[in-house]
């Protein structure tokens, strides 16, 4: 889908800026469009450190989660940590239970099955915990939508903790927001309307390694020992998906930094064992090499043996690990591959594409994969998506969303339809009987708002930059950007009246377009654009034509020279 070019009209003493910080002013104005505009915000962007991360001493019941741990530890009671079996609840998981034991508590760690136990904390898993002597239970990237859950663990005497990020629940009474707190012992998650902390879009994993900063402040252990967990909070930062800003976007440069020298022997394993050049990892591994690994064991099998994997201390045995975590995410590719194809056929077949909000029913896919899905279709077709499954007690869906459409909120206005759901306004999931399926169809769509124009897809170009402006030192400025990502995405710049000189379709799967072209002044670019479609148009060779674009350095046989790695074109 061709989208709509927009250019960012953001202003500001530019030359000052570039003067100041010694940066081609095209960097200056890239920042201010991602609104980092005072000095020290500009400075926190370009040179932040670990040191310029916020207390954690100022998150809400912090200090008070460290005073019942320190309390538990002398007492020696047991400890279980209960997480999520994605990427952040993976990481979540390890920081505490790394943490926890080096500060000396009888402490253990439980992942819910994605099919028999669902999202999160439930009572079943409470009770197994009664059941094993369990005193207290530590959530991590869940807890704070299990009101209930949390109710039953402390009307039958046990200690919670919650350590959450996500969106805090709520009912709208008298047209206000009137927040649903679980009633544990202590709840830390920045996104309460009463924490102070000053940055609230921490992941799950960052909320933890908070909690453990604090608590080894409290028992004098060094903090050298933090480094891997920031490695892993890194990790979970960009698997996750929230935002590359502020101390997300610090840790996350700090930490691919210095996982080239982890000394965390099962993350190490898995690298190799992908293929990645572990002196050059960025955040695009991540997120689309390392993430899908250690998320295809909480999807296919159980999220325990990808955290076995990060507590594995022997060399050989985490490389077979490692390989076991590959295999399973090549498989869930292939069934991702089929239940697309269903999907889109089902889109295209019963007339939804008229709706403003797709929700998809595939009842015999997979549930671990419906996200992956609802990301597909909705990037397809530019629409707020739900894919929806069968599930052993009814049915289960995850939806991905589109700028202007709360998922979080559109879901809590059909909660009487649910029997469980949760999220952020970009993703969530839900949980519901398959004869309401239809209803929730329709009830989303009924309360959708979305107009024509929120419907088509916004490129924000950065920059109007003639490719002939484009030199290695401006590449290589462009780098002090990084890491890119959500929040801060990678920049786009645009020009026009290039002349096509030459274009074809190139690559083994013949999905790359190639193309020379010239500016009106003369200046040669080579371009290309990934991932074509078959059937798409290419531009013919003697036409004029629109690029947004990142510019690039290509390496062939030793030789370094420029090209323009194209998003879009236009005639």
């Not at 001493?57 to 002398?74: Q, R, W």
């Amino acid at each position: 889908m061709k989208s709509d070019w927009r250019v960012y009209g953001k202003k500001a003493d530019f030359k000052r800026l570039a003067d100041k910080y010694s940066i081609d002013q095209v960097i200056a104005r890239i920042i201010r469009n991602r609104d980092i505009c005072g000095d020290s915000d500009i400075d926190m962007y370009l040179n932040g450190d670990i040191k310029d991360m916020h207390a954690p001493k100022d998150m809400k019941d912090a200090v008070v989660s460290v005073d019942i741990i320190e309390k538990k530890i002398k007492e020696k009671c047991r400890i279980r940590i209960i997480g999520d079996y994605d990427i952040d609840g993976i990481c979540s998981i390890y920081i505490l239970y790394k943490g926890l034991l080096a500060a000396g508590a009888d402490v253990d760690y439980v992942v819910p099955h994605r099919i028999n136990d669902g999202y999160g904390i439930n009572e079943h898993l409470i009770d197994n915990a009664l059941s094993d002597g369990i005193d207290t239970i530590i959530t991590c990237d869940n807890g704070i939508s299990a009101y209930s859950q949390v109710k039953y663990a402390k009307d039958n005497g046990m200690t919670v903790i919650v350590t959450d990020h996500h969106d805090v629940p709520f009912d709208m009474i008298d047209g206000e927001k009137k927040y649903c707190i679980p009633p544990a012992d202590a709840v830390v998650n920045p996104k309460q309307t009463s924490c102070k902390y000053p940055f609230k879009l921490l992941c799950g994993a960052g909320v933890a390694y908070k909690l453990i900063c604090l608590l080894y402040e409290r028992m004098g252990i060094s903090d050298k020992a933090l480094e891997e967990y920031r490695e892993f909070m890194a990790i979970a930062t960009v698997g996750d998906i929230v935002d590359l800003v502020d101390e997300n976007r610090v840790v996350v440069k700090y930490g691919l930094k210095h996982i080239e020298h982890t000394a965390n022997i099962g993350l190490r394993a898995l690298i190799e064992e992908c293929g990645i050049d572990i002196s050059n990892i960025s955040s695009y591994h991540i997120g689309f090499v390392i993430g899908p690994c250690l998320n295809a064991s909480g999807r296919l099998d159980t999220a325990k043996k990808a955290i076995e994997l990060m507590l594995c201390q022997d060399r050989d045995e985490a490389h077979n690990m490692a390989k076991e975590l590959i295999l399973l995410n090549n498989e869930r590719k292939q069934m991702t591959e089929e239940e697309t194809a269903k999907a889109i056929e089902l889109v295209e077949s019963t007339g939804m594409t008229e709706d403003k909000v797709l929700v998809v029913y595939l009842p015999d896919c997979h549930e671990s994969i419906a996200g992956i899905i609802a990301g597909r279709i909705k990037e397809r077709y530019y629409r707020p998506t739900f894919v929806i499954t069968n599930a052993e007690d009814g049915a289960k869906g995850s939806g991905r969303s589109i700028e202007g459409y709360n998922m979080a909120e559109e879901l809590n206005k059909c909660k009487n339809l649910l029997t469980k759901y949760g999220g952020h306004p970009m993703a969530a999931g839900l949980s519901l009987n398959t004869a309401d399926i239809d209803t929730l169809r329709n009830m989303l769509n009924e309360n959708a708002t979305l107009t024509d124009s929120d419907l088509i897809p916004k490129t924000w170009i950065d920059v109007p930059m003639p490719v002939s402006y484009i030199s290695m030192g401006l590449v290589e400025q462009l780098k002090l950007l990084e890491p890119f990502g959500k929040g801060n995405e990678k920049p786009v710049f645009a020009d026009r009246d290039l002349y096509v000189k030459k274009a074809d379709i190139i690559g083994a799967n013949k999905n790359v377009l190639r193309m020379q072209l010239e500016t009106k002044d003369g200046c040669l670019m080579n371009a290309v654009q990934f991932n074509v479609n078959e059937g798409d148009k290419i531009p013919e060779a003697g036409s004029s034509i629109l690029v947004v674009y990142y510019p690039d350095i290509n390496v062939y046989r030793g030789i370094a020279s420029l090209q323009i790695i194209v998003k879009e074109w236009k005639e």
